[in-house]
């Protein structure tokens, strides 16, 4: 049989009286300790989840700026063929217009000195006509 005498008792107020105190010094400060680091953990999980959506779209908003951009850039690009080569093209006009007046004057300039030629060689002729005929036949021609 189970005697219950002073010692019994005495254990069991010193077990509470511990229980008491480990619970007050210990279990209790280890529990707000481990709360406090879960809520860290868990707060920097949720802001570093935070932080990436704010990345992802903040990545997102650059590629479609980027695309804008490339695709401004493109539309540029050709405008400033198309306008190139439609100046490229004037300028060939001009310079054909010019080439074209150009050869005509010197055509022009061509046929006056073969007319002038012509009409030296004519002369020329003439009097060699005229120098022949005053040999052959001995006496000058008038």
Known sequence: MI??????????VIFIVFMFLLNQLAFKPFLRFLEI????????KEEAE???????????????????????????????REEAKKERESFLFSLREELSKEIRVMRGKMEEDLKGAYLEL??????LAKGFSEKILGRPLS
């Not at 680091?37 to 920097?44: A, E, L, P, W």
Request: aromatic share 6%; net charge positive.
């Open 50 to 80: 935070k932080l990436r959506k704010e990345a992802e779209s903040l990545q997102k908003f650059l590629e479609e700026e980027l695309r804008k951009i490339r695709e401004e850039s493109l539309k540029e690009g050709l405008l400033l």
């Open 122 to 127: 004519e002369v020329l002729a003439e009097n």
């Open 3 to 12: 005697s219950l005498d002073k010692s019994l008792v005495v254990q069991f």
């Open 37 to 44: 680091r879960h809520q860290k953990i868990f707060g920097k």
